[in-house]
């Protein structure tokens, strides 16, 4: 536990530290019962605490140093037809949840704001910043530790955001649901990483849509354009928990699995190793996920990266973390266990899934929009 | 919520009801921190009882009608190093969060034992009953509802754990985890059957191991064993919820991606749907789930049986049954919403695994063990 | 070569020697641009005869002790509309093709009749037998070594087709192009095997529509058909050269690849090893292959019988028939040839698409007729 | 059959003709059972004219507007041990060969030259020109029509043999076996391009080594260069018959298929026409093959070009072409002809391996040299 150490996360940075963030919400409490599939609406906060409050604690007891409130996150997004609540009941109870896990976790305080329904109706500044503002003050009045401007396509709005955030005075990390492609008018990672970074942004980098192996092609196009400004922020990366290679321009969103049949393109917990691994190498230093990555592939994150960051997980107590369970098993002639007691073994793996008929990718609907090495 | 409802299964059975099982517990627990992989053992029960209770009510809003107590589960098996409760301790906490969830949700609680470290070791009746004995005498104290005798890949222990079982007075589900070829020294499913029936359990059926429909095929057997022997117990069938069609006669256990990349491989909520309808169509009337089947599989098997259960699950609150969220945005002529607000489309879908290299099945080291028709 | 041996199979089957049949003609041919896809008419006999004998030469070459007349098979097939030739223009000239090449090659000529157009129209036996008695007169006339009834989906005009084949004197050899399931009653392979035992073929078989593991297993089927009726025929086994596990009841017809691109599916010269001998270990004494077999998989059939036939194909001076070229490299350390100069890498590899969007199996439109372990 | 055209290439090229080039001759004639694998040199032509010239044909015949000489390579490849012919001889029969094909078809006659022996062992100009003069003189002596200098893989090589070839007054075409990455030492093709258009050769481009669409990618980059550096000579491409994504910077000999098992990479008809099609668009006017493309694919490359070319092969009379035998039985009902009558249908089709095992591509030894976001 990481009861003792500072809420700010820029004073944590500054000293070198690799941050850690949580996982998915919507997508994992969805598949536990308390989220509408199609509509995901934070409601469960008031319906449901105590099944936020486990999965939060999931993640901090797998070494999320993050708690992130989970809020309402656009105006137009309306609540399943059946649920009462006001915006404002929701997202205050979501903040309390956060608060209580935080404070026996000592975890920081996230809360975030997403792309406006008012950029896609008048692309006015004023309307914009307005609507932020709304989803803003609930997680100001609860005090929150850091503010994350996510889930951006475009990169003018998201200067109009982090203008915005900025002026509360607190923490803020910004980042975009781009690939490798760049924003929805087709602004580079490179140029948008620089206007964020010039915007005043101490954190930036990506979240969603994508997988963490594109997700990283992104980031490294951002350094890439950051190195060339001479502009250093802090890097952040929490990517999708899926496999997308096929994905296109919306990476998972237009998928023939997307939402129901994503399984087969979950990611294991090597994957997600690999991933910290190669996010750290790249200069990464808050690292979490996004839709998929659950508590596990936190503690997979964090526990690849326990030399850097000089402590474990909690949940670490319960991981097979040097394989001696399957070694031992191994060691005993089991044929089943052959080679398995070896992290090279997993980190080398590729699964199959065990469906006869199923291609490894899909041809897409939109070829205009995916990497065509990929399609040929 | 059935709160009213028997919790004397065979009363329920008898009047034509379709029992819902719940899923996994030890897998589940393991990705949410809880469990220690390679290990297996519930001292969650005691250390982390929320985490336990919260699992069993995830299943029982998604409509299971059984709450399995989270104990221990042979004599051989022990706990992490670093664990220093006993197993009548842990097995005592288990049954407590059941009961607890029972009350509150009407379920039936079943407590299981499986195959024994005796039976390995000396093939002894006596010392064979001896263990099971144990393991069952903590369950009987917290009077539960139900006994299941299951694990078993020997007929032979089988009957005895049977003998033993019914010896309580208390209604018993005996399943093996045996596939298609039999049990361990090939006794084909369909004697296994007519053997358990013998014997006196009231249902019988399998349980782990095989895929959802491997385990039918399996079923399928035990169900023409039984016709022509004139006998017609309950059937129960909790497959796993990972498919394994390369996977030998041990299941999951031999494949390459066990157990730290099953991902790929698990069950969608539309293959869940499949199999329920198809185990009711062969006349299953008690159907779950074991490792890898979480609460939305559970959910949207008793969907898929609301009709002949007249009833719907407290979590389909939550859930797009008629997919209308989907449909609405397919409506609006959302391409990326193409097709999918149709159950058609999602029983079809054969999903991809988004890793370019992964072949669908796995080579196997023991040829002999797989379907030849899959290997040539 | 064989110059010196008898032109008789029955006689050479006697003494023991296993047979090498031919492969496929007008496939082959198609592609070498003389025979027009669709119609599949032997015109080239007359119109590029040339391109017909280097085509029979080159199985000669590679080991084949039969040369099969390139004829026309059946009364309902008319020629592409350009083609004025008739019927007994082209069987003659096709005749003169095989006698020459055996002359020189010292080859069994041998003749094949096919299902009739009059068994479709009327099932009347004399109408059927009227339609083979023209097929088969110009074979005669052209006194060849060998009749092969051949590609017959039907047991009955299978009987009557041995029936008038037999009353020429010479050689029979029935073979049906049947699957596991049997003919297209549904008899079944092992009936099938011993009503054309019983109706008097010396040598029974399959040919064409399955690929070689698939015929095996229906082979297999008849070879326990005639043990158990006490019948021992020699056995034929001429199988497609593509793989067709999802191909349902009419093998290769249905697949979405066909005609047109079946190349991912054609078999290596390894697998027709393996083909040739897991058929000689099931008894299979005239081992050839059908449609997509061409000479270096008859070649690789006849290397892989050397040790039993004694002798080695004309074209295995062209062979690298014990590596020695690619084991020279792998010795020199190039990174690209590891492992290959060495059969057993060949024999276990399982070769990929190239196509990273393809499956290795397609989803059936007619699910009824595939082996459901494959589809679920 | 074009007998009256020019036998200049360059002529016809200023005409605005697209040239055809043929295909395999020494993969292709090692499946025929004449060329030794591992070897694959070209003794046949002496040994076995009839076969080479039997090839040689079907390319004219499938519409290539260029006979090959299936002469030696280089100095440094030796014959098979048990062949005493000379060097000399053996060219010397190929040209013969060629030029008998020639005055039938009308074709051009080239012949090739390639990488030496003597530039890995010294890079001295004076040896590479030698030894590259010593192969160059037998086609001289036989008065060839078009100079080929071709698979290199140093553009310092290729300008010395640009330079000789060019020195004999006749028509060369100069490509390069490179793919995207550029020659051996990472000089880019957009340099490569430009220096073997400032070396004076007329038409440049690519063969062999990589699928066809990785070809058009290399050929891309290249017209990229020499549109910046404002050159515009000819564009040739003759790319694998083998899909090799997955191959790395030496294309397909790096594949564990190579060359033994490749037949499921080979590709189809209608990849050949969509190749055909594409590199027109790119400006590509000389489009053949190279190893793994044989007469019908050259077949489809003119057929898809007719309208271009203002002409259809020979082989056409036998090709197919507008669907019709297949429409024909679609248009009957029968349904394993649905959909196929018609070019999209197979101009879209991803085909499978039929074998159940296979994965679409291979993990590669040498990730370093592979796309990696095929990898990832």
Redesign the interface.
């Given at each position: 536990m990481s009861a003792e150490k500072s809420k700010n996360i820029l004073e944590r940075l500054g000293n070198g530290e690799v941050i850690i963030g949580d996982g998915s919400y919507v997508n994992t409490l969805?598949?536990?019962?308390?989220?509408?599939?199609?509509?995901y609406t934070p409601e469960a906060s008031v319906e449901n605490p105590?099944?936020v409050e486990?999965l939060a604690i999931?993640y901090a007891?797998?070494g999320a140093d993050i708690t992130q409130t989970f809020t309402f996150y656009s105006r137009d997004v309306g609540t399943?037809k059946?649920v009462k609540l006001t915006c404002l009941e929701i997202n205050k109870a979501s903040c309390e949840i956060a608060k209580k896990v935080s404070n026996k976790w000592g975890t920081i305080v996230a809360g975030g704001i997403i792309q406006t329904a008012a950029f896609k109706q008048t692309r006015d500044k004023n309307d914009v910043q307005a609507e932020l503002r709304e989803g803003l003050e609930v997680l100001i009045q609860n005090d929150i530790d850091l503010i994350i401007v996510e889930y951006f396509r475009n990169i003018v709005e998201m200067e109009w955001a982090i203008e915005l955030a900025l002026s509360y005075g607190k923490p803020v990390a910004a980042t975009m649901c781009i690939g490798p492609k760049g924003d929805a008018s087709g602004v580079s990672p490179a140029e948008c990483a620089v206007r964020m970074a010039k915007a005043g942004a101490p954190i930036i980098g990506i979240n969603c849509l994508f997988?963490p192996?594109?997700a990283l092609?992104t980031i490294s196009k951002m350094k890439a354009g950051l190195d060339g400004a001479g502009l250093s922020p802090y890097l952040m990366c929490q990517p999708l928990g899926?496999?997308?290679?096929?994905?296109g321009s919306?990476g998972w969103?237009?998928?023939?699995?997307?939402?129901?049949?994503?399984?087969?393109?979950?990611?294991?917990?090597?994957e997600c190793a690999r991933f910290a691994r190669e996010a750290y190498n790249l200069g990464v230093r808050i690292i979490g996920g996004c839709c998929g990555i659950?508590?596990?592939h936190i503690?997979a994150m964090a526990e690849e990266l326990a030399p850097e960051r000089n402590c474990l997980?909690?949940?670490s107590?319960?991981?097979?973390l040097d394989l001696?369970?399957?070694k031992?098993?191994e060691d005993k002639g089991r044929?089943?266990f052959?080679g398995?007691g070896c992290k090279d073994y997993?980190m080398n793996?590729?699964?199959?899934?065990?469906?006869?008929?199923?291609?490894?990718?899909?041809?897409q609907?939109?070829p205009e929009t995916v990497?065509p090495?990929?399609?040929?």
């Open positions: 969805e598949k536990r019962g308390y989220v509408l599939a199609g509509c105590h099944a486990e999931e007891r797998a399943p059946d997988d192996f594109i092609e899926y496999r997308t290679p096929d994905g919306y969103i237009y998928l023939p699995e997307f939402p129901h049949a994503m399984e087969p393109r979950q990611v294991t917990r090597y659950e508590s596990y503690r997980p909690t949940a107590r319960k991981s097979d001696s369970t399957l031992e098993k044929p089943e052959k398995k997993w793996l590729v699964p199959c899934t065990g469906r006869p008929l199923s291609a490894p990718m899909f041809r609907a939109d990497n090495s990929v399609l040929n």
